[in-house]
């Protein structure tokens, strides 16, 4: 394929799946590294893409009919040479068609009937893969070849750790302890491990010699985190809905460990190469699960496992399997291994009966 001189990227949501688009991200900016690329993403992500030095900038995705109008008009401008929609979506889809780019990019099996608006459909492989090796399925079709080593570009800023050190200090946690934090929430309620849980395990860890548990998540979210919260009889350090994503990417990167569902925060640990402890039911790790090498997902192998509901007809029997004890012991195992250097190994998925 000849040169492309500007690309728009369509990835407006959710916060894990842009993350899961950094690597393609990277490979493009590999393949074409004097190429221009834009983002199209939804307001409350931006706070990750913003000022990243592969991207020429992040336009919002409009939220109302008047800022798509306006948007539009703007796009049309940019004659962009490529468009690459990997949301996949009819909004997204039509998105693309209304920037007038003649290559536009995207799933063939695309859902909502996206697949109308693109001019090249790309169909990856059947088999079950995950959905970071999907997306570079989708460009190396095009002639982006993937790095032998997917990289996940999540900016370090200076300004993110000076904030860090701050907070280390001002907490006392010292050098040598084991900092775990934990998110207690999730987008599904099916996905959610139960709130008196999530308090037991952050209380044996807090009890534990040497460790330090940090509490994270959204501003949406306080309610799920505030039930938490309620049933700790242990002190932990709170910052549930007091960082922005590049502060609670530089947190990850320093913790030891994260302690989560499915969810956002989990994929941005494992980008930044952090182990997770991964609470899974309804949901696939083998597609969603956190990629790359060091982790731990813990699942049980019941029937109606992987069931992808947002609704549970069976008061959350998969996610209710899951003891405390049972968590407790894989994040103790990666803490031991992170104190004694051990090699890290790929990722684990236990399933139980």
Request: positive net charge.
């Amino acid at each position: 394929m000849t040169q492309p001189h500007r690309i728009l990227l369509i990835k407006p949501s959710s916060f894990g799946d842009i993350v899961h688009c950094l690597p393609t991200l990277a490979a493009l900016k590999c393949r074409w590294p004097t190429v221009e690329i834009d983002w199209v993403v939804k307001r409350e992500w931006a706070g990750l893409l913003a000022e990243h030095p592969m991207l020429r900038r992040v336009i919002h995705f409009p939220g109302t009919t008047i800022e798509g109008l306006s948007t539009w008009r703007r796009l049309g401008r940019e004659k962009y040479d490529m468009v690459i929609d990997l949301q996949g979506l009819l909004r997204s889809g039509l998105f693309a068609a209304l920037t007038g780019c003649p290559i536009r990019v995207g799933f063939f099996d695309g859902r909502e009937g996206s697949p109308w608006f693109y001019t090249d459909k790309i169909k990856v492989s059947e088999n079950i893969m995950h959905a970071v090796d999907r997306n570079l399925d989708l460009v190396r079709q095009i002639g982006v070849t993937p790095q032998s080593v997917v990289t996940f570009p999540v900016p370090d800023g200076s300004r993110e750790q000076t904030w860090l050190d701050g907070l280390w200090r001002q907490f006392g946690i010292e050098v040598g302890e084991t900092v775990c934090v934990i998110h207690p929430a999730a987008r599904w309620e099916t996905k959610r491990w139960p709130a008196d849980r999530f308090a037991q395990l952050a209380d044996g860890l807090a009890a534990a010699e040497r460790f330090s548990v940090i509490i994270v998540g959204g501003q949406s979210q306080a309610d799920q985190i505030n039930e938490t919260l309620g049933q700790m009889t242990r002190p932990a350090l709170n910052l549930a809905g007091k960082t922005s994503l590049l502060q609670l990417a530089a947190l990850l990167r320093r913790a030891d460990l994260l302690v989560t569902s499915d969810s956002g925060p989990m994929h941005l640990a494992a980008a930044v190469g952090t182990p997770v402890v991964g609470i899974f039911g309804p949901t696939d790790p083998r597609r969603v699960g956190p990629y790359g090498n060091g982790h731990v997902v813990l699942r049980k192998d019941i029937d109606c496992s992987h069931c992808t509901r947002r609704a549970c007809a069976r008061d959350a029997l998969c996610m209710k399997a899951i003891g405390v004890d049972e968590i407790k012991d894989a994040v103790l195992a990666i803490a031991n291994r992170a104190r004694n250097r051990l090699p890290i190994h790929g990722t684990r998925v236990e399933e139980r009966e």
